[in-house]
């Protein structure tokens, strides 16, 4: 079992810059992929950026060259800076991790942007 943990959301002004965090309860190097998603209200929910055990990334067109995945093996913490926030960024992000049996979501943050 991966329990997984988020933090790092909150309010902030269009064009303004947050950090997730995600701290796995598992070395995060036994994960084959982990990654961001979001969901808006009435929307469903989208990847927004993963990366995998070697390295590679994939992401969300609309966040390219705003937002930036990150890891770190010695905290076990997975991050996703985001910079030049829109409103239409508003949404819960969740923590994504899979095993090549199982996956696991974190309990999601709030994100909202607004002026």
């Known amino acids: 079992q991966v329990q997984l943990v988020e933090s790092g959301g909150g309010l902030v002004q269009p064009g303004g810059s947050l950090r997730l965090s995600c701290v796995a309860s598992?070395?995060?190097?036994?994960?084959?992929?982990m990654g961001w998603y979001r969901q808006a209200p009435g929307k469903q929910r989208e990847l927004v950026a993963t990366l995998t055990y070697g390295g590679r990334t994939n992401k969300l067109d609309s966040v390219e060259g705003r937002f930036f995945i990150s890891r770190d093996n010695a905290k076990n913490a997975l991050y996703l800076r985001m910079t030049n926030l829109k409103p239409e960024d508003t949404a819960t992000y969740y923590c994504n991790a899979r095993t090549t049996l199982d996956e696991y979501w974190g309990q999601g943050t709030q994100v909202t942007v607004s002026s």
């Open positions: 598992v070395t995060i190097s036994s994960l084959y992929v």
